[in-house]
């Protein structure tokens, strides 16, 4: 379980409303009738996401951060994830990347990661993306097999929280006049 998750779904109703409004990200959801199967989040530039999420929802969305956890450690990882998108990493990356990638447990093997990666890849390339970074948690096997399997190719790694390595990806989106093989992506998934 992820810092983000831990924050409540108050406040990660907001943090996505406020994603899904800005022209710089963009999110998919699978569902299957009444249920979200899964969901896909992509950004052009982090930096510019988080800085509107702070000037549409950032003041009224701090109450429902701080009623979840007035603890230290829960400000500390607030403060960690807000600051990552200015880290500096050994390679140079691109400002584009998914921000956040999740199959419900009773939907995982069943095409739903693969179809909405595709869509992400086809988002991109339809804003004529080239490339962009992925970051996984290091012990996140299953994720990087599925990164992997579609091509992404480790660039670097990274302490977004103090004691939490992290992997950073580079993944090449294919090019307009290139299909995406939807089979070799994420077969792990």
Same mark, same amino acid.
């Given at each position: ?14 943090? +996505?409303?406020?994603? #899904? %409004? ?5 999110? +998919? #959801?699978?569902? /299957?009738? /009444? ?5 896909? @989040? ?7 996401? +988080? ?8 003041? &009224? ?14 400000? !500390? ?7 990552? &998108?200015?880290?500096?990493? %050994?390679?140079?990356?691109? &400002? ?5 990638? @999740? ?5 995982? *093997?069943?095409? =739903?990661?693969?179809? $909405?990666?595709? #869509? $992400?890849?086809?988002? +991109? *390339? ?8 992925? =970051? ?6 299953? #994720? ?12 670097? !790694? ?5 004691? /939490? ?15 995406? /093989? ?8």
């Amino acid at each position: 379980r992820g810092f983000l998750t831990s924050s409540g779904p108050a406040f990660l109703t907001r943090l +996505y409303q406020s994603i #899904a %409004a800005t022209p710089h990200a963009f999110v +998919y #959801a699978a569902f /299957d009738r /009444d249920d979200v199967a899964g969901f896909i @989040c992509g950004s052009f530039d982090t930096r510019k996401v +988080y800085r509107s999420f702070l000037l549409r929802a950032g003041l &009224p969305s701090l109450p429902l951060l701080l009623r979840k956890s007035l603890s230290t450690r829960h400000i !500390r990882r607030f403060w960690e994830t807000w600051r990552y &998108p200015s880290q500096r990493v %050994a390679a140079e990356l691109p &400002p584009a990347e998914i921000l956040n990638f @999740c199959v419900s447990g009773s939907f995982q *093997r069943r095409g =739903v990661g693969r179809q $909405l990666f595709a #869509a $992400l890849v086809e988002e +991109y *390339r339809r804003r004529q993306v080239s490339e962009i970074k992925i =970051v996984t948690g290091v012990h996140q096997h299953s #994720a990087q097999r599925f990164y992997e399997a579609g091509g992404a190719k480790l660039a670097s !790694r990274i302490e977004i929280h103090r004691g /939490d390595e992290s992997l950073v990806y580079r993944f090449a989106i294919p090019s307009l006049g290139c299909t995406l /093989d939807s089979n070799r992506v994420l077969q792990a998934a």
